[in-house]
């Protein structure tokens, strides 16, 4: 059964930073690409960012890219989002998403954690 | 960016009926869309793909259809679970981009 077990969401002031953390299993992780959407409050999901299986190609929204860093570690069957210079716009709830092909579908998500940057 | 537009934003209806929810995009995505269904609280849930693939383990009763730049995502009969937000999303390039979300609510 494939789950993803997210940690690392919580309160930050801005200007802060959090790393969230997305634990997988029932699956071989490196063979699949990963990806991070967040939804703030009330609105609709929101792409982050994505990685392929293998760490070495990475994408960015614009409203992330230099503040933020997706990174994988096959060998834990974990991906991280290293979040940095956070604002209160970054509130949201984060999932993590598996994507079966590399394709930008996703197939099975994460419970979510929730970020809150806020004073 | 794709922009994508569903409408209607929320939808009222009763278990049994049949509805249509509709996703335009501003450019020709091919057929590389998903659809997602979403509870409060809870994570999306793949329901479709490349427009009109149902994913394992979805019930039949969902159904979609579509190309270029307009889809829809077709509940033949609405059962008690299945109130729920519904969000496209293009895979065509990147970014991807999901549209705002329909919210079907009971009647």
């Excluded at chain 1, 956070?86 to 998500?109: E, F, N, Q, V």
Aim: glycine residues 12%; charged residues 15%; aromatic residues 10%.
């Amino acid at each position: 059964e494939v789950q993803l077990e997210q940690s690392g969401g919580g309160l930050v002031q801005p200007g802060g930073s959090l790393r969230l953390s997305c634990a997988a299993s029932g699956f071989i992780f490196s063979a699949y690409g990963m990806t991070w959407v967040r939804q703030a409050p009330g609105k609709g999901l929101e792409w982050v960012s994505s990685i392929t299986g293998s760490g070495k190609s990475t994408d960015y929204a614009d409203s992330v890219k230099g503040r933020f860093t997706i990174s994988r570690d096959n060998s834990k069957n974990t991906l991280y989002l290293q979040m940095n210079s956070l604002r209160a716009d970054d509130t949201a709830l984060y999932y993590c998403a598996k994507d079966p092909g590399g394709s930008g579908i996703l197939d099975y998500w994460g419970q979510g954690a929730l970020v809150t940057v806020s004073s | 960016d794709i922009q994508m537009t569903q409408s209607p934003s929320t939808l009222s209806a009763s278990v049994g009926d049949s509805v249509t929810v509709t996703c335009r995009a501003n450019q020709s995505i091919s057929r590389w869309l998903a659809w997602y269904q979403q509870k409060p609280g809870k994570a999306p849930k793949l329901l479709i793909y490349k427009a009109s693939t149902l994913e394992s383990g979805v019930p039949s009763r969902f159904s979609g259809s579509g190309s270029g730049t307009e889809f829809t995502l077709t509940i033949s009969s609405l059962q008690p679970d299945d109130f729920a937000t519904y969000s496209c999303q293009q895979y065509h390039g990147s970014p991807l981009t999901f549209g705002g979300g329909t919210k079907v609510e009971i009647k």
